[in-house]
Nanobody, 124 residues
Framework: QLQFVESGGGLVQPGASLTLSCAAS????????LGWFRQAPGNEREGVSC????????SYHDSVKGRFTISRDDAKKTVYLHMNNVKPEDTGTYFC?????????????????WGQGTQVTVSS
């Protein structure tokens, strides 16, 4: 079965830092644009950050620009989301996905191989 396994979530206080990891199971990341997405209860899955095949191009949701950084390590078949200065509005279940093509719009509908997600809760 081809899917991602997300990890690294937890309960953190506002202003904290967190790194999420997403490991591919059953397939290689080479040649695939990748993305991180989040979903809060009652909301649709939204794009947080996307990264191109080479890793040279990235895009971010306006709400996380300057705070989050996406990176990839194809040798380890893992994509990361480094989260700094987290805010309560960052709370949600975070998923990663493999894209069909890279797009700055980072749309969930253009990605698949979803895992179970990892929960991030930001609360004091």
């Amino acid at each position: 079965q081809l899917q991602f396994v997300e990890s690294g979530g937890g309960l953190v206080q506002p202003g904290a830092s967190l790194t999420l990891s997403c490991a591919a199971s059953g397939f290689s990341l080479e040649g695939l644009p990748l993305g991180w997405f989040r979903q809060a209860p009652g909301n649709e899955r939204e794009g947080v950050s996307c990264i191109s095949v080479s890793g040279g191009t990235t895009s971010y949701h306006d709400s996380v620009k300057g705070r989050f950084t996406i990176s990839r390590d194809d040798a380890k078949k893992t994509v990361y989301l480094h989260m700094n200065n987290v805010k309560p509005e960052d709370t949600g279940t975070y998923f990663c996905g493999a894209g069909i093509i890279y797009s700055d719009s980072c749309e969930a509908r253009l990605h698949d191989h979803w895992g179970q997600g990892t929960q991030v809760t930001v609360s004091s």
